[in-house]
């Protein structure tokens, strides 16, 4: 059972227009929700996260939003930038857990040109 | 500029096999994490520890066993390996509860 889904295995946009990643979840147990990006040979980097209790942060092109009624968060990437081509991980962390953090399964992103 | 390593970037073993993986991390963190990544699958947990000599098993630990003798060095051992280990594995270590630092992992195929 999939607690963090990423029901889009990839995603191709245009250089320069905004990148929408969409992930789901279904346990209300998480306080925290991050974005994460790898490269092909590379271990993920940490890009962005967000705290249960907002709705919103914002990191210059990268921001994402929190809506925990529909217990959906998304990233959005504006503008897009070749450089951004990669695989994007989400990830939620169990509430007073030190070690429980889901991933989902990943969402590929391609910037054409 | 933190920094985690893993031993190999790429690997050949044998069924049967014990191999061992090892991942070191200089920024002086408590929690270190292995992770095992597959096509569709996203990042699983193996183990983590939060201390010299302290683990915790994560969501598939079974055929794999860790050992953390030093506060930067943390070794997954996978005692006899099969071919439904072949993976990539990811290490990973984390200072404050959103951030985590992910070696460049080791590719493991097992024959």
């Known amino acids: 059972d999939q607690q963090v889904k990423q029901n889009s295995p990839s995603l191709s946009v245009q250089e320069g227009r905004i990148s929408i990643l969409n992930c789901d979840y279904t346990?209300?147990?998480?306080?925290?929700f991050l974005w994460y990006k790898k490269y092909p040979a590379e271990g993920p980097t940490f890009l962005i996260s967000?705290?249960?209790?907002?709705d919103k942060n914002e990191d210059g092109r990268f921001t994402v939003f929190l809506n925990k009624s529909a217990k959906h968060l998304s990233l959005h990437i504006v503008p897009s930038q070749p450089g951004d081509s990669a695989v994007y991980f989400c990830?939620?962390?169990?509430?007073?857990?030190?070690?429980?953090?889901?991933f989902g399964s990943g969402t590929r992103l391609s910037i054409r040109p | 500029d933190v920094k985690v390593t893993q031993s190999s970037r790429y690997l050949v073993k044998r069924t049967g096999e014990k191999v061992f993986l090892e991942c070191v991390q200089d920024?002086?963190?408590?929690?270190m994490f292995w992770y095992r990544q597959d096509p569709g699958l996203g990042l699983r947990l193996i183990y983590f520890?939060?201390?010299?000599?302290?683990?915790e098993k994560g969501d598939i630990p079974e055929g794999y066993s860790v050992s953390r003798e030093k506060k930067e060095r943390f070794s997954l051992i996978l005692e006899s390996a099969s071919t439904n280990q072949t993976s990539m594995y990811l290490c990973?270590?984390?200072?404050?509860?959103?951030?985590?630092?992910f070696g460049p992992g080791t590719r493991l195929t097992v024959l």
């Open positions: 990973a270590s984390r200072s404050s509860p959103d951030t985590q630092y």
């Open positions: 346990n209300s147990m998480f306080d925290y």
């Open positions: 967000i705290s249960s209790i907002k």
């Open positions: 990830a939620a962390k169990v509430y007073s857990s030190a070690s429980k953090i889901i």
């Open positions: 920024m002086d963190h408590e929690n």
């Open positions: 520890s939060y201390d010299v000599k302290m683990k």
